[in-house]
């Protein structure tokens, strides 16, 4: 008998047989919702047939049995991939793309995504694995795999229906028009995350002794269709003013909900109630489609936050919503071609439940093209749980200029492939415009696609602010925007301030908060998503009552709902006022607020390309001209900075990845000299595109911070190096609220002053209390003031 997994609890042991054929039907579950079912079943079945052999099973006993490990590695991934390739390959065209997409999720299954051609024209790491003469033991796994009565023939079998397959997704394929590699490549990737899924699945079922449920959401999605419609009863009770547009819009996209998938658009301005609206969409039309999830895709943990906590609120089951903010564990130490057995943490790991195996999922952008371009087979896992789902992409201007494109493959993939409906969201719509559709990879949107018809009426009955430039050629220190603030409190209470950097937003608080005339709160990403909900909660329980100022990066801008009577905004993109300006007098509590753009002098934007393009052009052609400047926030406005800024942006922004020759689309594309294939159909290159791929400019580590006490327990928990996996997931996902993201650069200043400590041998990071302040978060001196202690 030849042993798949051994249960550490009890020594029970799975054989190879079983795990293959458990795999397989659970990866054909995932895969046939998009018509990939058969691909994704042979992947499964043949993913660990290497283990076929009595040396695997003496190897997985002693690591198991006897806590060691040979320092021979066996390489399980290869022989599946290679089997397949000298039994099937090179026959025909349309058998190889079956035989090189099977086989490549199968050979990558611990490593990850290889390349199937490489830039430097040596033999690529699929060609090389699958014609390798010398790997060893495949006689006597061939031999073992295809004495079991059913597998040739099951394996054949599912070839052919595999073909089948294939024709019908080059057929789809055609449809996309050009690049028709871009879209290959992504469905490999897809077949791939299937497989790992179902793999990580199993054993994690195996080890628990449970069976994973078939599961339907149907009904989650029409009890809260059912709840919302109560609400929305109750608003159409008061159709005046704001309350019956808001209506109007929540209706038109109650009509779309009946319409076929497809990409559409949301331009709703702030304040509009866009959640609400998305939201009566998503569940009409997941129950008339049946879809298997609504998925949620913003830039900001804060939107994440207070958005999911609106979601469970209407739908009235909060069980079925999640949050999934970051990668507290970094897993790309743990993709290896070994198995499980080399730490008992590996296991806890690899096989934890986070695969947006949800009805409802909040998640972020960076979290989002991670699960299609990020090395680590983590990520890949989620890419399939995209597919036949609703997505909302919300402040969907906020996607980096140098990815704009890749997003554009992904989404036009999962609508036209992957069977989803998408919906853009935002209150600047940069979609429809000209100059979006000129690149070289546009979105395939719907024949009509905006859901809210005549918008310039709609924004100009939303207006609730009147929006003014002071931006001068010299701009304004610390003390100067204090002295001004200063001002204006002498006749409002609430005044919001948010600059580009964090920096100066800092030195802004610090300035304030020594002149005593108000309440003063700082908000940045250097705090864990806890920390910053608290203070928010501080905040608007402040508003109203006494004299409030907030300091803030550009993290409260987008959806978070928070009403001040004044906001002040360093220069930025024309989309960042935009969203500025729906912090001010949000729900209409006076005729008009006030939105001041000014120029700070403290802030260095050398690093922030993009934010230092929107503020020129938004300077140069938006604040300049009178005309545009009334109409700050109007369709027509937001399409003249939108084209200028790509124009601007095409030229100065580096989208070539340091360490590339080529930038990524190019290699997606795969329209290179060097992609044109001797050996296989395929010319993907995702190895080399997720070595490269970051989704933010500088790449970040989550790290656990003391804050509070709830902090300082976690990390506490952790250190014990839980084992159990029930109890290690609970406690990965409250980590969420409990991390920040540090720079390279900050992680290792904090490192050599010994203020990081690592657990689970280095894939988790913890903050020393001296280094986490109760006004800043992480601050690199090390010397945080924590309550009345000072360190």
Request: net charge negative; glycine share 6%.
């Amino acid at each position: 008998m030849f042993i798949a997994h051994i249960r550490q609890a009890d020594y029970v042991e799975q054989t190879v047989q079983e795990h293959l054929e458990e795999v397989a039907k659970l990866a054909r579950s995932y895969g046939e919702v998009v018509g990939l079912g058969a691909h994704a079943e042979l992947s499964g079945f043949l993913h660990d047939m290497g283990k076929f052999t009595g040396h695997f099973t003496t190897y997985l006993k002693n690591a198991v049995l006897e806590n060691k490990v040979a320092g021979e590695k066996i390489d399980h991934s290869t022989a599946g991939a290679k089997y397949l390739y000298e039994q099937y390959g090179e026959k025909d065209p349309l058998q190889d793309y079956v035989v090189e997409t099977i086989g490549m999720a199968v050979l990558s299954h611990h490593s990850g995504m290889q390349n199937f051609v490489q830039p430097d024209l040596k033999p690529s790491d699929y060609v090389r694995r699958v014609t390798n003469k010398e790997l060893p033991y495949f006689d006597e796994v061939v031999a073992n795999f295809e004495s079991i009565p059913g597998n040739v023939e099951r394996v054949e079998r599912l070839v052919q229906e595999a073909k089948e397959e294939m024709q019908k997704f080059i057929q789809k394929v055609k449809l996309l028009g050009k690049n028709p590699n871009v879209y290959l490549t992504l469905m490999q990737k897809l077949v791939f995350s299937c497989l790992i899924d179902a793999d990580r699945t199993n054993t994690r079922c195996f080890e628990e002794k449970s069976i994973e449920p078939i599961k339907s959401n149907r009904e989650v999605f029409e009890k809260g269709y059912k709840h919302l419609m109560e609400t929305v009863t109750e608003w159409q009770k008061n159709r005046e003013g704001i309350n019956g547009l808001r209506n109007d819009m929540s209706e038109n996209c109650d009509k779309v909900a009946n319409l076929p998938s497809a990409i559409y658009t949301l331009t709703v301005p702030t304040g509009g109630g866009k959640t609400y609206a998305s939201l009566r969409y998503a569940l009409k039309h997941a129950v008339k489609y049946n879809k298997s999830r609504i998925i949620y895709v913003v830039p900001y943990t804060t939107i994440l936050e207070q958005n999911a906590k609106e979601v469970r609120a209407i739908i009235k089951q909060p069980q079925a919503v999640l949050e999934h903010h970051a990668n507290v564990i970094d897993d790309t130490a743990l993709d290896n071609e070994s198995d499980y057995y080399d730490s008992s943490y590996h296991k806890s790991m690899q096989l934890g439940r986070d695969n947006w195996d949800y009805p409802i999922i909040f998640t972020t952008m960076v979290q989002y093209l991670d699960a299609f371009y990020q090395k680590g087979t983590r990520k890949s896992r989620r890419l399939h749980n995209l597919t036949n789902a609703i997505i909302i992409f919300d402040e969907v201007q906020s996607v980096p200029y140098q990815h704009k494109e890749l997003f554009h493959a992904s989404v036009n993939f999962l609508q036209t492939v992957g069977n989803s409906s998408i919906v853009l969201c935002t209150a600047t719509q940069p979609a429809n415009h000209a100059a979006i559709k000129q690149i070289d990879v546009p979105l395939l949107l719907a024949e009509e696609p905006e859901m809210i018809p005549h918008l310039d009426n709609v924004v100009d009955a939303f207006k609730r602010v009147n929006i003014s430039s002071k931006v001068d050629k010299e701009g304004w220190n610390a003390a100067e925007i204090a002295s001004f603030t200063e001002t204006l409190l002498e006749d409002r209470d609430s005044v919001l301030i948010i600059l580009n950097t964090k920096s100066a937003a800092k030195k802004l608080y610090q300035e304030l908060d020594i002149l005593g005339s108000a309440h003063v709160a700082h908000l940045s990403t250097s705090m864990c998503p806890m920390h910053r909900k608290e203070v928010l909660e501080e905040v608007k329980s402040k508003l109203g009552k006494e004299k409030v100022v907030c300091v803030s990066t550009q993290l409260i801008e987008a959806g978070v709902d928070i009403s001040f009577e004044s906001v002040i905004r360093s220069l930025a993109g024309l989309d960042s006022i935009a969203q500025a300006a729906g912090r001010c007098n949000r729900h209409a509590e006076r005729e008009l607020g006030d939105v001041y753009v000014i120029r700070a002098k403290d802030e260095n934007l050398a690093k922030l390309p993009e934010i230092r393009i929107g503020a020129e052009v938004t300077d140069n052609y938006i604040l300049s001209n009178p005309e545009l400047l009334d109409r700050l926030l109007h369709p027509a406005t937001i399409e003249t900075y939108f084209t200028y800024f790509l124009e601007q942006a095409k030229r100065e922004i580096l989208i070539t990845p340091a360490g590339s020759d080529y930038d990524l689309l190019t290699l997606l594309k795969g329209t290179l000299a060097s992609q044109r294939p001797k050996k296989t159909r395929s010319s993907g290159m995702l190895k080399t595109i997720e070595k490269h791929f970051e989704a933010i400019h500088s790449p970040t580590t989550a790290v656990l911070v003391p804050y509070g006490d709830a902090g300082k327990e976690l990390i506490a928990s952790l250190n014990e190096q839980i084992r159990d996996f029930k109890v290690f997931n609970e406690l990965i996902k409250k980590a969420q609220q409990y991390s920040v993201n540090l720079y390279s650069h900050e992680l290792k200043k904090l490192s050599n002053e010994g203020l990081i400590e690592s657990l689970y041998e280095g894939s988790m990071f913890c903050l020393n209390e001296k280094a986490y302040d109760t006004k800043y978060g992480v601050t690199l001196e090390g010397v945080a003031t924590l309550g009345t202690y000072q360190y």
